[in-house]
């Protein structure tokens, strides 16, 4: 990477809100890379079988082989089993303090053992990842609030923090979901998960990635899923116009509701980040009808302070 700062653009908040889409689009022009949920790397999975977003596997793709190879250069030869307990332990909210810390020193002396050594291995894996796609804007997805944080520590960075949001019983819906609603017949790799569970969860994210990432360098954005997908073209060319330091370039758009994706290097992310070609973009609002008024309630009993706060009690 050359000696000009490069920008990470960080999608936050809770899963289910459009994130692989909007990362993807993103990085239809040139000079960015969509590197998907790069938190997701330290996964046992990633060392077997798992799949880069151009569908080949993660250790085959040229594109992440060398990428490694720069970063670590044998990635076998990282101890997996300590970065995850690491990434754990750095994302658990005690250490939360110590990564705000480090930020106000505009260093890393607050960093120490487990969030020090975190920092630096994911460091190299930044660095490299600018080097090897010669790209100056990385979209990562991770959307953990705490993941955020340490990101803000790099300085040859500045991170843009997208905070993604979506009415928590869509989100809770699509949560109960056992196959993909875009493709259908793909079964998706979580369990369906309690209601209760994904409000709290919605709840607790995106109240973090207020908290943790309103002030980074590169601005921060409250993004509703409800107004992309009204809108997407208009909200992709107004990321780019008000945050990104790279000049719009992509002719993804065939028009307002129909892109024409080209394939993204995707660590890992929804399955819908393999989908190429092109796709006509729909509200994904099947919750309004076929989810009950008992789970609706449900929900709402849980996250219904942040519901009434982003908006979605006011109609």
Same mark, same amino acid.
Not at 12 to 33: D, P, Q, V, Y
Not at 64 to 86: C, L, T, V, Y
Not at 198 to 220: D, F, P
């Given at each position: 990477?050359?000696?000009?700062? =490069?920008?990470?653009?960080?999608? !936050?908040?809770? &899963? ?6 909007? !990362? ?6 040139? =000079? ?28 085959d793709c040229p594109v992440w082989s060398e990428i490694f190879h720069q970063a670590f250069g044998d990635i076998r030869k990282i101890n997996f089993d300590r ?8 994302? @658990?909210?005690?250490? $939360? ?32 990842? #600018? ?5 100056q804007v990385i979209v990562d997805s991770s959307r953990i609030p705490s993941h955020g944080v ?34 259908? =017949? ?21 109240? !973090? ?5 309103? @002030? ?33 370039? #992509? ?10 994706? &080209? ?18 973009? @729909? !509200? ?21 302070? $942040?519901? $009434?706060?982003? =908006?979605?009690?006011?109609?």
């Amino acid at each position: 990477m050359n000696d000009r700062k =490069g920008q990470i653009v960080f999608l !936050a908040g809770a &899963g289910r809100t459009g994130g692989t889409l909007i !990362a993807n689009l993103l990085s239809e022009s040139a =000079g960015l890379f969509s590197a998907g949920e790069l938190l997701r790397i330290w996964d046992p999975v990633t060392l077997v079988d798992r799949q880069c977003g151009c569908g080949t596997r993660l250790l085959d793709c040229p594109v992440w082989s060398e990428i490694f190879h720069q970063a670590f250069g044998d990635i076998r030869k990282i101890n997996f089993d300590r970065m995850r307990q690491q990434r754990e332990n750095v994302g @658990r909210t005690r250490s $939360l303090p110590a990564l705000l810390l480090g930020r106000q020193s505009r260093g890393t002396q607050a960093l120490s053992g487990d969030a020090k050594e975190y920092f630096d291995v994911m460091h190299s894996l930044y660095r490299a990842i #600018s080097t090897v796609t010669k790209c100056q804007v990385i979209v990562d997805s991770s959307r953990i609030p705490s993941h955020g944080v340490l990101l803000r520590q790099f300085d040859d960075y500045k991170v843009t923090a997208i905070h993604l949001l979506r009415d928590a019983r869509a989100v809770a819906f699509s949560f109960r979901r056992t196959e993909s609603p875009q493709m259908p =017949g793909v079964r998706l790799p979580q369990p369906p998960q309690a209601l209760e569970k994904s409000a709290i969860t919605w709840s607790v994210q995106n109240l !973090a990635a207020e908290w943790l990432l309103w @002030r980074v360098e590169g601005g921060y954005l409250r993004l509703r899923y409800e107004d992309f997908i009204a809108r997407p073209s208009d909200t992709i060319q107004m990321i780019h116009d008000r945050f990104l330091m790279w000049p719009l370039t #992509s002719k993804a758009f065939v028009n307002e509701h129909e892109v024409r994706l &080209g394939p993204h290097h995707t660590i890992s992310g929804n399955v819908n980040r393999h989908k190429t070609g092109n796709i006509t973009l @729909r !509200a994904d609002d099947e919750w309004k009808t076929k989810m009950s008024r008992a789970s609706r309630a449900r929900v709402m009993l849980m996250a219904w302070p $942040l519901m $009434l706060h982003y =908006g979605y009690l006011s109609g």
